[in-house]
């Protein structure tokens, strides 16, 4: 019997780590190179690439951001994104930022292992 016990105990903490490890997000940033106002940011990739990674249980975008020149106008804009599934993840954002209509070199940064990893949205 207290073998039972020690067994259903380790199956338990298994699980616990387990799920765990998959809750656990990944920082994924788009650097999109669309020089677009705030607020046509978040119309055109924020909520609805936001509305398809909740739909789809692979994460959430969190907030975004504008990237300036010296002349104070739009070079770029980012969007942060908290991945659940990173393997899933990166593939299914990068599909969608293209469905978005996201310029050639625009690219998604990430760390993944203690690597820094930079990848081309386009292919």
């Known amino acids: ?13 298994s699980a616990t780590v387990q799920a765990t490890a998959q809750t656990k997000a990944t920082f994924v940033f788009a650097k999109i190179t669309d020089p677009i106002m705030p607020i046509d940011r978040g119309e055109k990739y924020e909520d609805p690439l936001d509305a398809a990674l909740r ?20 070079e ?7 991945l659940i599934d990173i393997e899933k993840g990166i593939p299914f954002v990068k599909n ?20 820094k990893i930079s990848t081309p949205v386009h292919h």
């Open 55 to 74: 739909e789809s249980h692979l994460g959430e975008v969190t907030g975004g951001g504008t990237s300036l020149t010296k002349e104070k106008a739009i």
């Open 1 to 13: 019997m207290k073998i039972i016990r020690i067994l259903l105990a380790v199956l338990a903490l």
């Open 96 to 115: 969608k930022l293209r469905q978005l209509g996201a310029p050639k070199g625009s690219t998604l940064e990430y760390e993944l292992r203690g690597k």
């Open 76 to 82: 770029w804009v980012g969007v942060d994104i908290e």
